[in-house]
């Protein structure tokens, strides 16, 4: 039991570092869209040496900043807080029924692990839904609102025709325009839009909008490099997943293979089965089986990201 808590808190830790290192090299895209905006560049470093802290508590902020984020994208963009407790449910049953059939481990680590996996599973559709919709639309919106900003008009007239698109963009820009003509103030409402949208291009316009607003600055060039940035992911995107496109696939065959010859165990050879699941070195060997899986996909995951 401490060995497979142990497991689960160094894992835990692992896929943080992971995403912390991911963000930093994300965060590059500010160099690359500022490039040739010394002004709007050294008002974003003003602003990043205001929050220097040391590594642990940038760790500690980054876990409960994540954790709310992640929680606030997966209630808006469910139906109600209801349907998250059924899903919940819905997994933990299927967790202990799961566990009677083939594990047999206690009813206590199923429930709690069941829990955690249904609600990291719908956050995953949820966040690749979110994605999805984002990088489609979010250069049409940045087109829209550059067009707008080039005839003289203020951003708030650019919020208002984007909320008209479709999608999460459309929903974020909706709320935008609307707590703005309320009277709000428009530096918090563009911060709290962020949890709607929570990617580093999104997070870069609004930070270039407000200090737009504050003392006006370069806005239409920076968005300019900035759709441009996007335009040019985008199909360096589509070239990376055609050219992966097969080793992806193998990919999840071979990481279905381990899983579901376990699992045929029980009814090709129940005496292995029994002495895989229920001795310590079975459960060994389970260890093994699940860390090598998990390294194995990490592994060729930052590869396949690193091919173009």
């Given at each position: 039991?401490?060995?497979?808590?142990?497991?689960?808190?160094?894992?835990?830790?692992?896929?943080?570092?992971?995403?912390?290192?991911?963000?930093?090299?994300?965060?590059?895209?500010?160099?690359l869209?500022?490039?040739?905006?010394?002004?709007?560049?050294?008002?974003?470093?003003?602003?990043?040496?205001?929050?220097?802290?040391?590594?642990?508590?940038?760790?500690?902020?980054?876990?409960?900043?994540?954790?709310?984020?992640?929680?606030?994208?997966?209630?808006?963009?469910?139906?109600?807080?209801?349907?998250?407790?059924?899903?919940?449910?819905?997994?933990?049953?299927?967790?202990?029924?799961?566990?009677?059939?083939?594990?047999?481990?206690?009813?206590?680590?199923?429930?709690?692990?069941?829990?955690?996996?249904?609600?990291?599973l719908?956050?995953?559709?949820?966040?690749?839904?979110?994605?999805?919709?984002?990088?489609?639309?979010?250069p049409?919106?940045?087109?829209?609102?550059?067009?707008?900003?080039?005839?003289?008009?203020?951003?708030?007239?650019?919020?208002?025709?984007?909320?008209?698109?479709?999608?999460?963009?459309?929903?974020?820009?909706?709320e935008?325009?609307?707590?703005?003509?309320?009277?709000?103030?428009?530096?918090?409402?563009?911060?709290?839009?962020?949890?709607?949208?929570?990617?580093?291009?999104?997070?870069f316009?609004?930070?270039?909008?407000?200090?737009?607003?504050?003392?006006?600055?370069?806005?239409?060039?920076?968005?300019?490099?900035?759709?441009?940035?996007?335009?040019?992911?985008?199909?360096?995107?589509?070239?990376?997943?055609?050219?992966?496109?097969?080793?992806?696939?193998?990919?999840?065959?071979?990481?279905l293979?381990p899983?579901?010859?376990?699992?045929?165990?029980?009814?090709?050879?129940?005496?292995?089965?029994?002495?895989?699941?229920?001795?310590?070195?079975?459960?060994?060997?389970?260890y093994?089986?699940?860390?090598?899986?998990?390294?194995?996909?990490?592994?060729?995951?930052?590869?396949i990201?690193?091919?173009?």
């Amino acid at each position: 039991m401490n060995f497979i808590f142990g497991f689960i808190l160094v894992l835990t830790s692992v896929i943080s570092l992971f995403s912390l290192k991911r963000k930093h090299e994300r965060l590059q895209i500010f160099n690359l869209v500022t490039q040739q905006n010394n002004s709007a560049l050294s008002l974003f470093e003003n602003k990043m040496d205001e929050h220097k802290v040391s590594l642990w508590q940038s760790i500690n902020r980054s876990i409960i900043i994540n954790f709310k984020t992640n929680y606030n994208l997966l209630i808006d963009n469910l139906p109600s807080k209801l349907h998250l407790v059924f899903m919940i449910f819905a997994g933990t049953i299927s967790g202990v029924i799961f566990n009677n059939l083939y594990l047999d481990v206690d009813n206590i680590l199923v429930i709690f692990g069941s829990a955690v996996f249904s609600i990291l599973l719908m956050l995953f559709i949820v966040k690749r839904k979110v994605k999805k919709q984002f990088y489609e639309t979010f250069p049409e919106a940045l087109s829209t609102i550059i067009g707008i900003i080039s005839s003289g008009s203020s951003i708030s007239v650019a919020f208002q025709q984007c909320a008209k698109m479709e999608g999460s963009v459309g929903k974020a820009m909706k709320e935008v325009n609307a707590r703005m003509e309320v009277g709000e103030n428009p530096h918090n409402v563009l911060l709290n839009s962020y949890r709607l949208l929570p990617f580093n291009e999104y997070y870069f316009f609004v930070l270039t909008v407000m200090v737009n607003l504050d003392g006006g600055g370069e806005l239409k060039d920076v968005l300019t490099n900035l759709s441009k940035v996007l335009t040019n992911n985008a199909a360096l995107a589509k070239i990376r997943d055609g050219k992966t496109a097969e080793l992806r696939m193998t990919l999840l065959i071979l990481s279905l293979i381990p899983p579901g010859f376990i699992l045929l165990l029980k009814y090709l050879a129940k005496e292995n089965y029994e002495l895989l699941v229920n001795t310590d070195g079975g459960h060994y060997i389970l260890y093994y089986v699940v860390c090598s899986e998990l390294l194995g996909i990490i592994l060729i995951k930052k590869m396949i990201n690193k091919a173009i």
